[in-house]
């Protein structure tokens, strides 16, 4: 993807981009494997593993720290470019 | 009683609303030039844009409709909210930098980077206008809610209330002040909300709301005659007749030893003692004879383990048939894709200068996002068992849980929630006017026109819009805004990520493809939800078994048919000059 001071070649994808592509395909296989418990197995969501929260609170609440950490992960590493 | 005015609450609220609209005509000056108008000369810090983006954003789909749909029907409300959130990682790591690096107004500006093409422009225009309008009905629909309550006026009042101010925020000033609006609402809105979280783990839960004596399970019947007079149970409603709020724990888990209230509580104790607890929640069913439309509310009281996972309000997810999961799964798939192809949102990442500040705004509209998300669900099942539930309302469980602690956070929270439809009506609406003033009449129509006529343009074209937004806001009274807003997602999904994500990695994608992508992208999902059997139901009027569709949410289906639209035409049709080369 493009960076400041770099000229965009469309539709190709810069080296700089590789980290945001591996970081979206990590999410995309947690919001995948959740909504395929939810679907297929929705009865495994009332476990409670967790302190006594069940597993469809502390994944869904896990799945939005995930997202915070990954962004925050990308924006650290692309710091000062 | 449910809908009683209060000076205070109409004082505080008229202050929040005339210090919005008075910032907005103050930073008007600003704005005057095109570039000032629709992009904000591209000056603003990314701090601020940020914060901006989750002003825009937490629209009041995510603040009412969320938190009410948990409110009523439990877990499911909080997976609009891990959808919601989950489209800002498509935003970040595939759209943020490449649309700052090809744009310079406009989601069009974008898509047309490589080819200049008229055709495009008209579709992506049109696609804008229509993703804008699906999204504005939710939000003139939550204000129509907000103001019965607080104002004790009718819907429609909140509606063109709603109108007039942000047709005057956009028209005044543009984006400067559309920013600067989003800006204090994303603060405010995450502060305040995370006040309400404190001040409901505090409070812990109690038995019957803390009310004396055993819990009240009687139904209750509101009746709208013919002649628009509403009865409750049978007597003219009145403000010391009306109907009872509703929502509260039945009883506590045995560890508590019999008491009524469990005192302050922990995040985590809190919600694995509500998992223990039986709450008492309202069916409503309704029919219409000869004396006029009755609604019944009728209460069970239920383990709240079965409201904390799926299944609430997603019928097809507690094994239910194929059509129902599928519709799930199809919502899902929407609400992940459809951020990053929302309008109102791209354009915001026109009004920072450079591609590293596009990015870092990104990040601390999802800090900030992420932060509201994890608080709806606290939002929600304190709403859910704060016993100030209006039964015929869900979008009001936020500011009625605010109710149950005081009148000044009820006054405080409407205000936000009304701002917070204010902030992203103006992002709508801008989008809206920059898609008829620069992408339809300057670019199609090849109209030549000085910077000043550009300007005008926008704003005649926003008053237009809010015009239209108002009389849809009325038309849709009695839509959880939650749900409304999934069909904006849908369509914007179907139409516009297939043609933005190929022509970011494929080079083959020929402009052809695009305009036929967002073309059927956009017919496809749009036919489908006028076809589907939720629409049927509750616009119609009619059965939902009549609907030819086989579930109603069509992302599932038009987002991989956008996608196979744009590679079979691109195929078809010659290479760009670039590849050929």
């Keep these: 993807m493009t960076m400041e001071g770099e000229s965009h070649k469309p539709g190709t994808v810069p080296p700089a981009s590789r980290l945001g592509l591996a970081l979206f395909g990590v999410y995309v296989l947690l919001y995948g494997g959740f909504m395929t418990l939810v679907l297929m197995r929705p009865d495994l969501m009332a476990v409670r593993p967790f302190g006594g929260v069940n597993l469809a609170i502390a994944s869904g609440l896990g799945l939005i720290v995930a997202a915070v950490a990954l962004s925050l992960v990308y924006m650290l590493a692309r710091a000062g470019r | ?581």
């Design chain 2, 1 to 581: 009683m449910l809908h009683e005015t209060s000076p205070l609450a109409v004082g505080i609220f008229a202050a929040f609303v005339t210090g919005v609209l008075w910032l907005s005509f103050r930073l008007g000056r600003k704005g005057q030039s095109a570039q000032g108008y629709y992009a904000a000369h591209g000056q603003v810090h990314w701090a601020v844009n940020g914060i901006a983006f989750a002003g825009d954003y937490l629209s009041a789909a995510s603040f009412l409709g969320i938190c009410g749909m948990i409110a009523f029907h439990g877990y499911d409300g909080f997976l609009y909210s891990i959808g919601f959130l989950a489209g800002w990682v498509v935003a970040l790591f595939v759209i943020a930098e490449p649309i700052k690096a090809l744009g310079k107004f406009t989601f069009a500006d974008a898509l047309d980077a490589r080819f200049n093409s008229r055709g495009i422009k008209l579709a992506v225009a049109i696609s804008t206008l229509v993703v804008s309008v699906f999204y504005l009905i939710p939000q003139m629909v939550g204000a129509g809610s907000l103001v019965t309550p607080l104002l004790g006026l009718p819907h429609w009042a909140g509606v063109v209330l709603v109108g007039v101010a942000v047709t005057f925020i956009v028209a005044t000033a543009g984006m400067v002040s559309t920013t600067w609006v989003q800006f204090i609402k994303g603060s405010l809105l995450v502060f305040f909300c995370g006040v309400l979280s404190v001040l409901i783990l505090g409070r812990g839960l109690s038995v019957n709301a803390g009310r004396a004596g055993p819990l009240d399970m009687t139904p209750q019947v509101r009746t709208v005659r013919p002649d628009g007079m509403v009865l409750v149970d049978g007597q003219p409603r009145s403000k010391e007749h009306d109907l009872r709020p509703v929502g509260t724990i039945g009883r506590l888990p045995e560890r508590f030893g019999g008491a009524l209230t469990t005192g302050g509580l922990g995040p985590l104790e809190y919600l694995a003692a509500l998992e223990d607890s039986t709450v008492v929640t309202w069916s409503r069913q309704t029919h219409t004879d000869e004396q006029g439309t009755h609604e019944t509310f009728t209460p069970t009281e239920r383990p709240a383990a079965e409201l904390l996972r799926p299944g609430g309000y997603f019928k097809g997810l507690a094994g239910g048939t194929l059509a129902g999961r599928l519709d799930f799964a199809s919502l899902m798939l929407a609400l992940f894709c459809g951020t990053a192809s929302l309008p109102h949102i791209l354009i915001r990442y026109y009004t920072v200068k450079d591609a590293a500040a596009a990015r870092k705004s990104t990040v601390v509209g999802i800090t900030a996002i992420g932060a509201f998300y994890v608080l709806t669900l606290y939002l929600g099942l304190g709403a859910m068992t704060s016993g100030a539930l209006d039964p015929t309302d869900t979008n009001m469980a936020a500011p009625l849980l605010a109710r149950s602690f005081s009148e000044t956070l009820f006054a405080i929270i409407s205000a936000i929630a009304f701002t917070t439809v204010l902030g992203t009506v103006s992002g709508l609406i801008m989008a809206g006017s920059g898609a008829v003033a620069h992408d339809l009449v300057e670019n199609v129509c090849g109209v030549r026109m000085t910077d000043h006529e550009k300007v005008r343009v926008g704003k005649l074209a926003a008053v237009v819009l809010g015009v239209v937004a108002m009389a849809l806001g009325i038309l849709f009274k009695g839509f959880n805004v939650g749900f409304l807003v999934g069909w904006a997602f849908n369509i914007a999904a179907s139409a516009n990520l297939p043609a933005l994500v190929m022509l970011l990695f494929w080079p083959r994608t020929t402009k052809q493809g695009i305009i036929a992508a967002v073309t059927v992208g956009m017919a496809a999902s749009l036919g489908w939800i006028l076809l589907s059997a939720d629409t049927f139901e509750k616009v119609y009027g009619l059965p939902g078994s009549l609907a030819p569709m086989p579930f109603s949410q069509p992302g599932l289906v038009t987002i991989p048919l956008g996608f196979l639209v744009l590679v079979v035409v691109s195929l078809l049709s010659p290479p760009p000059a670039a590849v050929r080369r």
